[in-house]
């Protein structure tokens, strides 16, 4: 599996847009980028997933490049309950069961 | 809707007694898993049931074992607990197929002394 790496905090002011970078560069064609995230004393929340187009849903965007070694989370207008461990997971399409988290990013928006 | 439902939340164990985390979910899926976080890290899979009446190990199952009881229930047994097993534990669900998410329990935090 590819392995991600992000930066282990960020901050963001509240109502601004929040731009979480996420690395993968040894990406394989048939592995999707994931984005979960934790707030603190809860389990995961799945965000959105995405394969090599842009995704947006009612949480967030999601930018892959073209080349897809990179992908970019967009909260577009944080708020102080989006403080959160964000984790970028690559997942294969043909591995239904094994989601590998790292450390993640830590966003911390403040007022 | 609960989704997925832990219990206890909270346990203290001394070593060596042993101890049966439950787990529950609403939503029919076929697949279930167990995780466990330790602090400052990233959640790692211990076991996972693809479907009832299967079980396999994941990247850290040493110590553990797991029981598919029905569609709904997975739980996760700690035979005789170790210090080094004190984590928060964490119980997710769902659909084999595809790409579908994984919904997560709140967790059970579980010191052993």
């Known amino acids: 599996d590819a392995k991600t790496t992000q930066p282990p905090s960020m901050d963001c002011a509240e109502g601004r847009a929040a731009n979480l970078p996420c690395n993968h560069s040894?990406?394989?064609?048939?592995?999707?980028v994931y984005w979960y995230r934790q707030i603190h004393s809860q389990g995961p929340q799945y965000i959105i997933h995405g394969l090599k187009n842009n995704e947006t849903n009612e949480m967030a965007s999601l930018i892959i490049t073209e080349d897809r070694k990179s992908s970019t989370l967009i909260l577009p207008h944080a708020t102080l309950r989006d403080t959160a461990v964000y984790y970028c997971?690559?997942?294969?399409?043909?591995?239904?069961?094994?989601?590998?988290f790292g450390t993640g990013t830590r966003l911390q928006v403040f007022p | 809707n609960a989704g997925v439902t832990q219990t206890p939340k909270f346990q203290v164990l001394k070593t060596g007694q042993s101890m049966t985390l439950q787990c529950a979910q609403d939503?029919?899926?076929?697949?279930m898993y167990w995780y466990r976080q330790d602090p400052g890290m990233g959640l790692r899979l211990i076991y996972y049931s693809a479907s009832e009446g299967t079980t396999d190990k994941g990247e850290v199952p040493n110590g553990y074992n797991v029981s598919r009881l029905n569609k709904r229930e997975f739980s996760l047994r700690l035979e005789s607990a170790a210090p080094s097993q004190t984590s928060v534990y964490f119980c997710a669900s769902s659909e084999p197929w595809g790409l579908q998410p994984q919904h997560f329990g709140d967790g059970t935090r579980l010191s052993i002394l």
């Open positions: 997971i690559v997942r294969p399409s043909n591995n239904t069961d094994k989601l590998i």
């Open positions: 040894t990406i394989s064609g048939n592995e999707y």
């Open positions: 939503m029919n899926h076929n697949s």
